[in-house]
């Protein structure tokens, strides 16, 4: 019979298996995500038969060759958690690292035998071999250690001695073997020469910010007095307007130079009148491009002093948007037609979406056979703001029309020079297009928030959102409205339904944004019945906001003011549906401990001063109409006894409430204001977690 | 500022993103399994902007180097399908190669700007200038073909000619590029320069019994007659009761000599009385070890020819028990004490599960310096049957005690001599153990069922069992008992019990077993209350069955002649569960279609001549009282109207039922039969599909 040759696999003693980590993204392809501070991982780790394993949790900053490393604890089901602090921004590395531990196995075993009393002298002389050989691997640094340490050495064969002294009584000899310090020192230098090893996997961290952000966006150019093109210094002015409402990302739509040629006129004319603007997405003219500032708008020194003043006056970051397209006026239409596609009569067609046409834009071609000096062009524009003027975050006007290849290389570059970037990808196409995007590097997205409504489809999404692998590497940050999207929903549901989006995106997602002041005024009236696109858009003319009109700042003030106060709304990863009996209404809970921790008393009991901050969110979906319902509290997860009662705090009507049991009533008139934000502590607790939430 | 140096990636230009393939095991560290036939590929495939792409299925023979391919067609939201066939037993591999489309999508352009008439001489002259470069790369032989074929080219040409051809009307030079023999060669010759490949994924193609398969374990030595030990030629005349109640698979405990050391008695008596048989599994002597047979057994012969007479007569396989584990007695244990961990005490270690021992067995070390030969002897054991014995089938004896690695190793090297060997994992241990092992390449596995029970956790367990990703490598095979396991519903809940757990296994898992007579008989004792002991087992003693006394032979063979009339049941893929009000009951169907595609109307009727066979299986959970529920149907999956009404032709019982509408009622009295096993047709169907179910 034909037989192969015998081949033994490299790893054939190699006897532990890890797998199915977390966080991991597709398989380690991409790194995942985090921002500064505890970072949980979990694995299942195994080995054949009946002996126990050690696992430890290796990392390091990227480039650093030594690892840190700290054991992982068993947690159910071949399960395995650890945990370690990335307090800095940038990337790191991690792995999992797993062997036979055939001292525990015997720590185990002993414990059964002495218990059941027999066989113990056996056991007690292969304890003492066990010892002996880590002594030895103390004297030669042939242990994990990997380094000396005679002390150590004898240390272990001093116990190694009474564990095999025939003479003293079993019971001494095994106390002496279970002691904490023999503990340590066998984990110190065990023997892992055929440990298993994982991949390496990568992790970025970012600022706090790419997790918790309020964004606010606004045209420059509507903030002139009546007639006058709006200035980065009427921007500056208006700072204090938008700090007061507590937001700390202002995003401006392009400001570089608009094209002529094809210019959009009021509610997207095909023609513009003279005098028109244009949209400021139609990038480029004679008075330049990309790097260039729109000349009305003002300086590029008024833009430093701009940045420079949100940063250090409010706290507040300026985000530029970067709109990989062009106005036919650009001049890299003069100095590189290379970048562009040329039908077969030399004109360069314009963006198209057949039948639609874009006849202000060109888009560049990223097929060119000059593709390198276009991606470094392009790649450059980032840097050029960087660089000149400061700032560190951007929005990215349709990444998905661009190579996506090219955002992979861009991003990872951009972020290995500015680690604390921030890079926001507008893409509403197709969902797993919009998860690679975040796969490949940005640091936020947009979501179909603005199109999820009802309470199943709100919670299916934000689920997937809140979960892995989905929050291991996206980022959502939700809108309820932008320039280009006012939702149905806001053209008919009036003020409860603004209040009632705001609540949902801001407590739905850590990150948020909403475009004024189109918002806060609950602008309402769309171009044609039936579409997204506002009345005389601000993407194609100036608008003179009357910003003393009815407006809703004061609760947008307080829901940001009660994002800032509570950690729980401070990330994605804890948040927890709960059962309502009234499809009207939806109820969610999120919570301080943004590693995926599930809140539980005895999660907090276990941690000292920590002070568990828990939020639990009722909306009414119905902007029209009172709605009550019971709703549901997870009780045994909490670890919380239905006999005990629970103060709930309403941080919006600064209302007070009892709850106990498992179910509560809760009424909403949408007319006083749509939701509930509780901050929700245990009445009992007043003891020294007094003002801990519980 | 410090810039990295500029690294283009080498796939810069590859505009296509691919993703999520299924079937892949663990990003493709292990491969799929499956049996002859169509083999269906799914996988997420997409680029930036609105340019279609092409999706192309490439499959071959491992070793071969050409590939074919197939195109894939889009489903839904960047999914794209394909299949092939594979229909010899072996491995294949696979992978997917995507592009972005030129042609498509100026076909799909062009049909809008026809029907809004504008602009469409310079998309004709586009079009032009595609098929002309497709036309060179037919001439020159750089397209997807890789073959010059100057007459596709040619007649390329010839199209481009009339469709740049100014002076035609633009309608009929349309009609020209759009012929679908222009398509095809336009796929042909694509410019694939810049298409995105998959990784190359592996399939093992089983025979079809490892998808399907009906198994019985009975113990040779208790068909002797009375008093006398049972031999293989008693096997042999008993196969006729085998094959009559339609068992597929007759498999045996080890047949080789039992050791003397530590013997154990009757009831696992810890020691045995002269002249008690032992434990089967105490496997090794004077007499020899893995390659022998016990003598009372007969000989190699007597073996041989047990196989043959169940393989030509019956159509029956005998599968081997191979247990890695040996007697004191074993002949390894003296030559080859090096495969043996030895205590301080100079003693091996029997094997042991503190407190428990089995002083009758010592388990190999795996850790031992010896281990290449050692592992080249446990796999010339495999080997050694079926080149001897012409054995094809092993039910492996706790696998999970034996280096995981090894198995990887010992399957693969076996499997690649002998691909229609089908290997049975005995782990009943850690849920990710046990799927770690049919990773490893293990072709069926044993299941939790035996200990689940109520619906949720049936429904629970097979909706993890029959989808991605473990129905693409795990084969659960369901034992209502083994000789191990008398669970406390067999104990107590009699025939219809048994009848019931029969039912269930053998129909939610396409591979199944029964350890006889005790099943048929009902045997029903156990050793002690509150274990799944036997009472008197087999494992320690001959046991003198009466056949004759009251059984479920019978139900049992109507069971497997359903299974086999139905192809339904014969894979695990297609399993539905229905809504059920009562939750006493359980229902759900499978039907013929192993692919996965799911049950439709419209399915079949694009593939006219096929009869799908549509099963559904309603089984009362109570085997005291008589249960009724209304049983709901998922009508609009099946593209069936609520109107129209359904035949159900119990295959048990051989009533005829009519349903009608979303919600039908069931009723079981499980002293009479406590399942119903339905074939489902459509009344109306009385057209050509007339003999099909649907």
């Known amino acids: ?98 062997w036979v531990d055939h001292w525990a196995s015997w720590e185990n075993g002993m414990r059964k035998w002495l218990e059941a009393n027999i066989d113990v002298e056996v056991h007690l002389a292969m304890g003492a071999e066990l010892l002996e050989h880590a002594a030895a691997r103390a004297i030669h640094g042939t242990g994990a250690w990997g380094r000396p340490s005679p002390e150590d050495g004898s240390l272990l064969a001093e116990v190694a001695q009474v564990v095999g002294d025939e003479d003293r009584p079993a019971g001494e000899r095994a106390e002496r073997a279970f002691a904490d310090g023999v503990t340590a020192l066998m984990w110190k230098h065990a023997d892992r020469s055929e440990a298993t090893r994982y991949g390496i996997r990568r992790l970025v961290v970012d600022p706090e910010r790419a997790r918790f952000s309020a964004w606010y966006e606004l045209f420059p150019r509507s903030l002139g007095e009546p007639g006058r093109h709006g200035t980065f210094r009427d921007v500056e002015a208006h700072l204090p307007y938008v700090a007061d409402m507590g937001f700390d990302v202002l995003y401006l739509p392009p400001i570089h130079p608009i094209g002529h040629t094809h210019r959009k006129g009021k509610n997207n004319a095909r023609v513009a009148e003279p005098g028109e603007p244009g949209s400021p997405w139609a990038i480029g003219s004679e008075e330049g491009g990309h790097k260039s500032i729109h000349p009305e708008l003002g300086t590029l020194s008024d833009l430093k002093r701009l940045v420079r003043a949100a940063r250090e006056e409010y706290g507040i970051e300026v985000a530029l948007d970067v709109a990989f397209q062009v106005s036919p006026d650009h001049p890299w239409v003069r100095d590189h037609p290379e970048w562009f596609r040329h039908r077969p009569d030399g004109t360069i067609a314009y963006a198209e979406n057949p039948p639609k046409k874009y006849e202000d834009i060109y888009p560049v071609d990223f097929e060119t056979e000059a593709w390198e000096s276009l991606w470094l062009e392009l790649e450059s524009v980032f840097r050029h703001w960087i660089e000149k003027a400061g700032i560190r975050l951007f929005r990215v006007d349709n990444p998905h029309t661009k190579s996506l290849r090219f955002w992979e290389w861009c991003v990872e570059r951009l972020k290995k020079d500015h680690p604390d970037a921030i890079i926001l990808s507008e893409a509403f196409t197709r969902p797993k297009v919009m998860y690679r995007l975040a796969k490949l590097g940005y640091t936020q997205s947009y979501t179909y928030f603005a199109w999820r409504r009802g309470r199943w489809e709100l919670e299916e999404y934000f689920n997937e959102l809140a979960n892995p692998p989905v929050v291991d590497f996206f980022r959502p940050n939700a809108w309820p409205n932008t320039p280009d999207i006012l939702t149905d929903q806001l053209q008919t549901g009036a003020r409860p339904m603004f209040l009632q989006r705001l609540v949902l995106a801001a407590t739905l997602a850590a990150n948020y944004g909403i475009y004024g002041p189109a918002f806060e005024l609950m602008e309402s009236r769309p171009r044609e019945v039936g579409k997204e696109e506002y009345l005389d858009s601000e993407k194609y003319q100036i608008r003179d906001w009357d910003l003393d009109k009815d407006n809703i700042r004061d609760p947008i003030a307080r829901v940001n003011g009660i994002r800032n106060e509570n950690p729980a709304l401070q990330h994605n990863r804890s948040l927890r549906f709960l059962g309502v009996d009234n499809p009207d209404m939806i109820a969610y809970t999120k919570w301080s401990h943004a590693n995926g921790a599930p809140y539980t008393y005895r999660y907090l009991e276990e941690r000292p001063g920590d002070d568990g901050n828990l939020i639990l969110v009722v909306v009414s979906l119905d902007p029209w109409n009172t709605q009550s319902s019971m709703v549901h509290l997870p009780l045994d997860q909490w670890g919380v006894d239905p006999g005990e009662s629970l103060e709930l705090h309403d941080l919006i009507s600064d209302a007070r409430y009892v709850w106990s049991g498992w179910s509560n009533y809760v009424e909403i008139n949408p007319h006083a204001f749509p939701a509930h934000i509780f901050r929700v502590r245990r009445s009992g607790a007043r003891d020294e977690r007094d003002r801990a939430d519980f």
């Open 1 to 98: 019979m034909a037989r192969n040759k015998t081949a033994f696999p490299r790893d054939a003693r190699r006897r532990v298996t890890i797998e199915a980590l977390e966080p991991e993204v597709d398989g380690g392809r991409f790194p995942a995500k985090a921002t500064p501070g505890e970072v949980r991982v979990e694995c299942d780790a195994f080995t054949d038969g009946h002996d126990s394993i050690g696992v430890a949790l290796l990392w390091r900053r990227e480039g650093r060759r030594q690892w840190s490393e700290a054991p992982m604890v068993f947690a159910y089901n071949d399960r395995w958690r650890g945990r370690f602090m990335a307090l800095e921004v940038g990337r790191y590395e991690y792995t999992i690292e797993a």
